[in-house]
């Protein structure tokens, strides 16, 4: 009888190994996949503000707008709709006016007429405003992004 025992002993004993064994190779693809999706979310959000802030400066020829949007299609399946939404309303759509109004500030001929001058007048105070809400909106969105660019395991 202690012979049976004893051999049920060891094959509970290697059941229970298997298990854990199995537990931990969970748990580690589990964090492998968490650390994943941290590194492929940190890659986008690093592209998305090295893209913003190219095109605080950029013209509208320069073709700006396409790196900013090309970010903006991972940004959604990555971060949900919320971010992307707000990326898209306080960053992108602002950035495209930006490059309006300096279009007519830089781009236009020399203002001859009171009415250009308004105009570039204007474009200036507009892309003034623009930039500073941008600078505002970047910092809002950097604390919606800490939650998704935490690692936990």
């Known amino acids: 009888g202690i012979g049976q ?3 049920a002993c060891a094959v509970g004993y290697v059941a229970y190994r298997q298990w854990r064994t199995a537990q931990q190779q969970a748990e580690t693809a589990r964090n492998k996949l968490k650390h994943d999706l941290f590194d492929r979310r940190l890659k986008v959000y690093d592209a998305l ?3 913003a802030q190219y095109a605080f400066n950029a013209r509208p020829n320069e073709n700006a707008e396409r790196r900013v949007a090309d970010n903006l299609k991972e940004l959604r399946w990555l971060f949900g709709k919320p971010v992307h939404d707000f990326v898209w309303d306080h960053i992108y759509v602002p950035l495209v006016d930006l490059w309006e109004a300096n279009n007519v500030i830089h781009d236009s001929p020399h203002p ?3 009415i250009e001058r308004e105009e570039r ?3 200036g105070a507009d892309a003034s405003r623009i930039r500073k ?6 910092a809002k969105l ?3 992004m800490a939650d998704f660019l935490t690692l936990n395991h």
């Open 5 to 7: 025992l004893a051999v």
């Open 49 to 51: 503000r090295e893209s």
């Open 112 to 114: 001859n007429t009171d």
């Open 121 to 123: 007048r204007k474009a």
């Open 133 to 138: 809400e941008l600078h505002r909106d970047l």
């Open 142 to 144: 950097e604390e919606m």
